[in-house]
Structures are given as structure tokens and as C-alpha cells.
């Protein structure tokens, strides 16, 4: 696609991200028309309808957030392993997220937003040097071991999460509800948290998308052209664990948004980082405030959570990318 076609998209993205947050503040358990939007942001009265549109906006914004985030980190862990079925959650970064989190409030008795993020970064990490250790070990990684080394890593450490939470009720109902993944009790201090973290990673990632472009024709070329390929990718890594721990401390692990956006969004912005980057962004938003409002509409005035509504719609799309996508080593 032309440059020109590209902007057009990308103002379209945006327009739509515009029209699903509108949506996503108006309809819930109780649906509210437009003018009753305008008037929760141009008026300083109070009444019932302008606190549940006040109430759902952190929670707007903070899919916002989570969508791009997890969108984002979808696109470097496939960049940096090669691998187009890579995903946080595929190579162990949300178990290990998980597993910090039930420690800290099982054993230390941890609650509040960052010290989440906190944990749920250092557990991310930690598990993404394990998947990437065992991967690398005998002739080296490829994206076949990563993703059985990541799957193995996972179902390791979700025992451990099981037996921790297990002989403590009021830990696994709480853990219950998180693994799930959900954005209903978002509110500011979590939107603050998130903000801060959403910043650094998207600056790294923006810092080191033209080094990615050269790693990604070879490291011996990216090299010859004075391109640090391991500095690079680690770099990278770094960010994608970052933008996705931050959001599975806060939400839960939300599957798919980081695996589906990338590839949707290379069909019409092709594999430059510079632009995929931004269009995975506005991508991954769209789709988690969407998923979001399926969630409140479907089995209304129930509400099925983020995380289920985005699985039920990654699952066919991971079987196709399966199905189509070359993968070196498979």
C-alpha cells in the first residue's frame, strides 16, 4: 500500500478508535444517548447518568491503554524471534506475571497498582530469560523451541500458581476473577500506573523501531551495517515484557490482542516498524474496547469478561495464522 492509502487507514483507525470509545461510555447495564455524553463533560451538576458515564471513563481510557500495549509487544516478540505466532502469553511472559503477583498478595500481602506492575515486571522477565535460556540451549532458538520452551514454561509455572492459591480461599477467589482478565474495576490510580509504564515502553519501542528494520534482513547484514543485533533485541524484549507485565498486573492475562493486531494490521501497513508500530497501537485499542462492549452486551445484564471475548475471537484467527504462515524450523 502506498503512502498515501497508509495515512488514510491510519486516520480511519483513529476515527474509529474515537466512535468505539464513545460506544464504550455509552452502553453498559444502563445505555445512555449522546447528548447525555456531552453533557457528563460540559456540565458540573450531578445526577445518575453523569456518574456512570464518569465511572466508566477510567475504564475506557484504561483499555485504551491496554490495547495498545498489549498490541505493541505482540509486534516486537514477533519481530525479535522471528516468529509470527509469538505472543507474550505464548512464550510464558503472563504466567511468570501471574505467578509474582499471587506470591505478593498470598505471602506478603501486596495490593495497590504499581506494586503490581512491579512484581508482575520482575516475574515477566524473569520467565522470558527462562523460555529464551532453555530455547537457546544445543543448536540454538528457534521459533519452534521458543514456543515449546514457552509453552512448557507456562504449565510449570501455572502449578506453582495452583499451589499457592489452592489452600487459600480468599486468594483464589481473588485470583479467579483476575486470571479471567478484566478491565470492569479499572479506575484512576490504575490508569496512572498503567500510563507510566505505557510511556516508557512506547518510547523504547519508537526509539528502536529502525534498528528492528535492520535486524530484520539479517544479522549479518544489520551488523555490517553497525547495527548491536543482541543490544537491539534485548532492548526490545525488554520493552515488549514491559508493556505486557504492566497490563497483566492490573487486568489479568488478556490473550490474543498482542498475537491477532499485528497481522491484521501488515496487511495494510506492510512490515516497516515505523508504521506498523503505531498502526498495532490504534489496532489493539479498537479491538480491546470492542471486545470490552461485546462483553457487556452479549449475555446483558450479565457481562462476560475481556479476556474471554478476545479468546473467542483470537482462536480462529491464531488456527489461520497457523494454518498460512511459514515458519522457519517448523
Known sequence: MKTKGKIYVFVLLVILLVVVMILSLSIGAKSFSFSSLLEAFTTSKESFEISVIQ???????????????????????????RNPIADPSILGVN?????????????????????YIVLGFLGALLSSFLVYGIASSGAG?????????????????????????MPNTQVMDTFRFW???????????????????FG?????SFVLAHSLNMTSLGDELATGLGVRVQRIRALAALAGVLLCASVTALAGPIAFVGLMIPHIMRLFC?????????????????????????????????????GIVTA???????????????????
Open 95 to 115: 504466567s511468570g506475571a501471574a505467578l509474582f503477583v499471587v506470591c505478593g498478595i498470598s505471602f506478603f500481602r501486596i495490593s495497590g497498582p504499581f506494586p
Open 270 to 306: 506492510g512490515n516497516n516498524m515505523l508504521v506498523l508500530l503505531p498502526f498495532s497501537a490504534m489496532g489493539g485499542s479498537i479491538l480491546l474496547l470492542i471486545s470490552d462492549i461485546l462483553g457487556r452486551v452479549l449475555l446483558a445484564p450479565s457481562q462476560l469478561e475481556v
Open 55 to 81: 465511572q466508566r471513563l477510567p475504564r475506557t481510557v484504561f483499555g485504551v491503554l491496554a490495547g495498545a500495549s498489549l498490541a505493541v509487544s505482540g509486534c516486537l516478540m514477533q519481530n525479535i524471534t
Open 141 to 165: 532458538a528457534t521459533p519452534l523451541k521458543l514456543v515449546l520452551a514457552g509453552a512448557a514454561v507456562s504449565i510449570a509455572l501455572q502449578s506453582f500458581i495452583s499451589m499457592i492459591t
Open 200 to 204: 516508557i515502553g512506547m518510547t523504547l
Open 312 to 330: 473467542l475471537l483470537g482462536a480462529p484467527v491464531f488456527i489461520w495464522i497457523v494454518r498460512k504462515a511459514r515458519v522457519k524450523g517448523l
Open 179 to 197: 486470571q479471567t482478565g478484566s478491565i470492569s474495576g479499572a479506575d484512576w490510580s490504575g490508569v496512572q500506573s498503567l500510563l507510566i509504564c
